[in-house]
């Protein structure tokens, strides 16, 4: 069965503060897919990052990293600098290849961002 | 290009009575899929439609279903709405089935059941 958990609810920090989400998952599959989204108040699920399972490097996006480690099935992310647009709640999905039609999502963590 | 649309963006109905929601994806994509969003469940699967075929369906009872058209739009409804059923529903689309494809998320409607 999959599972996505997210442990952090809530997170709050100051402006420039950098901010890491962890996101740990569970599979059984050896091909799966990982996901960070970003829906801010407006509602909308934006999509940040895709990762297959055969892919481990770190990526860096501007002010946006993710560490992806197997070994610990964790896919964490990491908001360098934050801003008060950073302000939003966060999911960390996975889709596994016997069920690759949907994500499976955490219970997601909400960034606040404080000037 | 335009993303994702959903109508309307916010409902409130009465136990008993029925809903229909709609999403428009965007312009060439095949693929919509619907999730439920509570504070208590989260974000759920509801079901995907993939050229006017239902292709796969979560955990939810029948009084759930949908359909797509030939322009790939698609409706979900619900019957015998409960006060359970309130919260923000949100479609996406695809290129293609299955999330290999970036998936694409409307701005969602929110469902008020009273």
């Known amino acids: 069965a999959q599972k996505v958990t997210q442990a952090q609810t809530e997170i709050s920090v100051v402006e420039k503060e950098d901010v890491t989400l962890d996101c740990v998952y569970e599979?059984?599959?050896?091909?799966?897919?990982l996901f960070w989204y970003k829906q801010p108040p407006s509602g909308e699920l934006v999509f940040l990052i895709r990762?297959?399972?055969?892919?481990?490097q770190n990526e860096i996006s501007g002010r946006y990293s993710w560490n992806f480690q197997k070994s610990t099935s964790s896919f964490n992310f990491t908001i360098t600098a934050s801003q008060v647009v950073d302000s939003a709640v966060y999911f960390c999905?996975?889709?596994?290849?016997?069920?690759?039609?949907?994500?499976?999502f955490g219970a997601g963590t909400t960034v606040t961002v404080r000037a | 290009k335009a993303g994702v649309t959903q109508t309307p963006r916010y409902l409130i109905k009465t136990r008993g009575q029925q809903v229909t929601l709609s999403c428009s994806p965007i312009?060439?994509?095949?693929?919509v899929s619907w999730y439920q969003q509570t504070p208590g469940q989260g974000l759920q699967f509801l079901f995907e439609?993939?050229?006017?075929?239902?292709?796969n369906k979560g955990n939810f009872p029948g009084r759930f279903s949908g359909r797509q058209f030939s322009n790939s739009r698609s409706e979900m409804n619900v019957s015998t709405l409960e006060l359970g059923d309130s919260a923000l529903y949100l479609c996406?689309?695809?290129?293609?089935?299955?999330?290999?494809?970036?998936?694409?998320f409307g701005p969602g409607t929110r469902l008020t059941v009273t």
């Open positions: 996406a689309s695809s290129y293609t089935s299955g999330v290999s494809y970036e998936q694409y």
């Open positions: 599979t059984r599959d050896t091909t799966y897919y």
């Open positions: 990762r297959n399972s055969f892919d481990e």
């Open positions: 999905a996975l889709s596994d290849a016997p069920n690759d039609y949907k994500l499976s």
């Open positions: 312009s060439g994509h095949r693929s």
């Open positions: 439609y993939f050229s006017e075929t239902q292709r």
